[in-house]
Every structure is written in structure tokens, then in C-alpha cells.
């Protein structure tokens, strides 16, 4: 019977990418910071302060839809995120620049009937 990593150990390396994704964003090590960050892009139920610390503290890993939302804000990769391979190809979304993905992460918490009228303006203002 073999594990290949404790969940512990698991938590513990992800607690690290993720520290080491804030700080090369330049943001502080800050649960605060982190959830008041995190909520303001995640279209779902909020995180609390105790949440991202226990994000930080390798207490927690989160799931995958948050998982995505980090990666997007941080610009890293899900995959380094949660697992640390080495395979940083990056997605259309992190190739994108910081007003890029600063208006995907908006357009997301529209409701449907808001992106419908968004999208209907797009497509206005791409005919030739």
C-alpha cells in the first residue's frame, strides 16, 4: 500500500505556490487581503478571512472552481496551483493582459439577461 503524498504534505505545497503566486503579483501574505481579493472576482458564495487563512496556514486546499478563479487572478496555471507540475503552458486567459482579465472577471458575475445584452453590444460593435 503506497501513498505518494499525504494529504497534510499536499496542503503544505499548496499553501507555498500559493503564497509564492501572491508575491509574485506583489500582493501581500494576508488572509484579509486574500479573501477581500478572492470575493471580489468569484461569482460564488464568498470565502471568509478564516477560509483564505486556512488556505495560507496549509490547512485547506480549495475547489476546483476556486482553484480557477486564483489562477485567473494570479495569473498562474490551475494545474501548477493545485498540483505543482511543472507544465506551465498557459491558457488564452493568462497569455491576456490585466484589463483582459479584469473584464472577463466582471462580465462572469453579470446575471445571464446582463450578458445577453452585453454580448448583443459586442457583436453591434464588431460588424464591419
Given at each position: 500500500?503506497?501513498?505518494?503524498?499525504?494529504?497534510?504534505?499536499?496542503?503544505?505545497?499548496?499553501?507555498?505556490?500559493?503564497?509564492?503566486?501572491?508575491?509574485?503579483?506583489?500582493?501581500?501574505?494576508?488572509?484579509?487581503?486574500?479573501?477581500?481579493?478572492?470575493?471580489?472576482?468569484?461569482?460564488?458564495?464568498?470565502?471568509?478571512?478564516?477560509?483564505?487563512?486556512?488556505?495560507l496556514l496549509a490547512k485547506a486546499i480549495p475547489n476546483q472552481d476556486?482553484?480557477?478563479?486564483?489562477?485567473?487572478?494570479?495569473?498562474?496555471?490551475?494545474?501548477?496551483?493545485?498540483?505543482?507540475?511543472?507544465?506551465?503552458?498557459?491558457?488564452?486567459?493568462?497569455?491576456?493582459?490585466?484589463?483582459?482579465?479584469?473584464?472577463?472577471?466582471?462580465?462572469?458575475?453579470?446575471?445571464?439577461?446582463?450578458?445577453?445584452?452585453?454580448?448583443?453590444?459586442?457583436?453591434?460593435?464588431?460588424?464591419?
Amino acid at each position: 500500500y503506497f501513498l505518494s503524498m499525504s494529504s497534510q504534505q499536499e496542503k503544505l505545497l499548496f499553501s507555498q505556490r500559493l503564497k509564492q503566486a501572491l508575491t509574485q503579483a506583489g500582493y501581500p501574505i494576508s488572509p484579509t487581503l486574500l479573501s477581500t481579493e478572492f470575493n471580489y472576482r468569484y461569482a460564488g458564495q464568498p470565502i471568509s478571512v478564516q477560509s483564505a487563512n486556512h488556505w495560507l496556514l496549509a490547512k485547506a486546499i480549495p475547489n476546483q472552481d476556486k482553484l480557477t478563479t486564483l489562477s485567473i487572478w494570479l495569473n498562474v496555471s490551475s494545474q501548477w496551483l493545485r498540483f505543482g507540475d511543472q507544465d506551465q503552458s498557459q491558457t488564452i486567459l493568462e497569455k491576456s493582459n490585466d484589463v483582459d482579465l479584469d473584464f472577463f472577471l466582471k462580465f462572469k458575475k453579470l446575471s445571464p439577461s446582463q450578458k445577453h445584452i452585453l454580448q448583443q453590444l459586442l457583436e453591434e460593435f464588431m460588424k464591419p
